[in-house]
């Protein structure tokens, strides 16, 4: 995919901080997190702990992408992205859409906001800057 351009006219750009339970036990991270989403439907979604990016993941058309670290883990594929990242999820859900099944979205006092899926035990929590 090509590298996207946020400075281009239609993308809206969101900044905030976050806590991400991982699945599977991992130990929870806090860290920065961007998402810009633009007039057509595309995003790109980035959390990151200063120097280093945890994850990333962008839908662009009907292409989808997501890499966690440097590279360490890596897919990409056509039409709708898989329903098991937190990443893909959590536009959807911003944007008045019910996240796929099994993930369950709750919004927050103050302006926060909660994806979690019960099932595997990853959650993302967090909250946007104003």
Do not use: C
């Not at 990016?53 to 966690?68: D, M, N, P, R």
């Not at 959590?90 to 796929?100: D, I, K, N, S």
Request: hydrophobic share 40%; glycine share 14%.
């Amino acid at each position: 995919m090509a590298p996207v351009d946020l400075a281009q006219p239609g993308w809206r750009a969101q900044q905030g901080q976050a806590l991400w339970q991982p699945p599977r036990h991992r130990p929870e991270m806090a860290g920065d997190l961007l998402l810009a989403t633009n007039v057509n439907g595309d995003f790109f979604i980035q959390f990151t702990k200063t120097p280093f990016t945890i994850a990333t993941a962008e839908v662009s058309g009907a292409q989808w992408q997501i890499q966690f670290g440097a590279r360490e883990y890596h897919r990409s594929g056509r039409g709708a992205p898989p329903l098991g990242f937190v990443w893909f999820e959590l536009p959807r859900a911003l944007g008045g859409l019910p996240p796929g099944a099994p993930w369950k979205w709750e919004r927050r006092p103050g302006g926060g906001w909660r994806l979690e899926n019960p099932r595997g035990g990853e959650s993302l929590e967090g909250r946007f800057f104003p």
